[in-house]
């Protein structure tokens, strides 16, 4: 079981990002480096604000192990209905 990331659309999460609850899961996004619970507490911004700085600075990957070969931004925001 995988879950996919709202801000960047990574669908490898291992961790829902927040419960039912609205808990947050403290992982970090390999590949945007989102880390639910504290990023979004401590700069204030929505996640399409951060998304936008994610991608203003060239989609940097959190964990550039995790990075799929042929990796395309534009696919992987499809996971959360954003069409390029
Ligand atoms: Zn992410």
Not at 12 to 24: F, R, S
Not at 60 to 74: A, I
Request: glycine fraction near 6%.
């Amino acid at each position: 079981m995988s879950y996919i990331c709202p801000i960047c659309g990574y669908d490898k999460l291992e961790e829902i990002p927040y419960d039912k609850e609205g808990n947050p899961s403290y992982e970090i996004c390999s590949c945007c480096g989102f880390e639910f619970g504290y990023d979004d507490h401590s700069e204030g911004k929505t996640f399409a604000e951060y998304r936008q700085l994610w991608i203003e600075n060239d989609c940097k990957w959190f964990n550039e192990d995790e990075r799929p070969k042929n990796w395309s931004l534009k696919q992987q925001l499809v996971n959360i209905n954003i069409f390029l």
